[in-house]
């Protein structure tokens, strides 16, 4: 089968396509033949092998799974002899991040636990689209922040891939969201259904004066303490599962929420960063989405 293959760390240049066995499916497994699939910023990061300590899982000194692509969607082709949930002929959808990746390729293998049935209203290139992006975002709104009717909602990056959905889900949670974003944006975001909107190349939100319950941050560039964490408030650090940041203002004032890696987590970000820049000779560099 063809496939989009890398062998070591680096820029775009170091993916090309190649021939390669196609896979055989485990006994939980189910064989796809893969229609659609996304580009998200976790292939880039795995690409160049930064931060440092991503390699600790996908390879030290070279990739240990050398065909990227998590996010896809595709027809089941085979299934394996445990498989229960699927046939040959599903249209089906999912996220093989834990699952060994694959998904820049004609085929892939995946457990029946990490794919779903496609919705017949999705087409192959929408449902690709929708599996790491649209769950991180409910994790942080509905597990994380425990978003609920009436709270006001900020999402940090919120034209990018899990902004757009953050913004979409916290209006279906009922909440107020604020979305913060680049100004060629704006119309798009608030189309999705902001409540307000506010372009940050214009406006610093987190000098408004506004509160909010719950901020996400899906951008990597603004400090989000500076926006929760009032004056006479008290920051407290803690999690990690989706990286959350608790800042709670002083007896008798509403609590607020911002997720972003914190606590042990954010020293162990802070080492690979300083790692990174001495292995790169000072230099740095980075991706946001805006």
Known sequence: MKAMIYTQYGAADVIHAAEVPPPAPKDNEVLIK??????????YRLMHGQPFMV????????????ILGSDIAGRVEAVGKAV?????????????????????????????????????NLSFEEAAAVPMAAITALQALRDKGQVCAGQRVAINGASGGVGTFAVQIAKTLGAHVTAICSTRNLEAVRALGADQVIDYTQTDFT????????????????????????????????????????ARKRQGA?????????????????????????????????????
Request: with cysteine.
């Open 34 to 43: 893969i229609h659609a699939a996304s580009i998200n910023s976790a292939d």
């Open 55 to 66: 390699r600790f899982v996908y390879g030290l000194f070279k990739p240990r799974h050398t």
């Open 84 to 120: 229960t949930q699927f046939k040959v002929g599903d249209e089906v959808y999912g996220d093989l991040s834990n699952a060994g990746l694959g998904g820049f390729a004609e085929y892939a293998c995946a457990p029946e636990n990490v794919i779903v049935r496609k919705p017949q």
């Open 207 to 246: 000098a408004s004066g506004q509160h909010y319950d719950v901020i996400v941050g899906v951008n990597g560039y603004h400090p989000l303490e500076q926006a929760c964490a009032q004056p006479d408030g008290e920051a407290q650090r803690g999690g990690f599962a989706v990286h959350e940041y608790a």
């Open 254 to 290: 509403p609590r607020h929420r911002a997720l972003l890696p914190t606590g042990r987590t954010r020293r162990r970000h802070a080492l690979c960063r300083k790692w990174t820049r001495a292995r790169q000779g000072g230099s740095r560099a980075g991706v946001r989405g805006d």
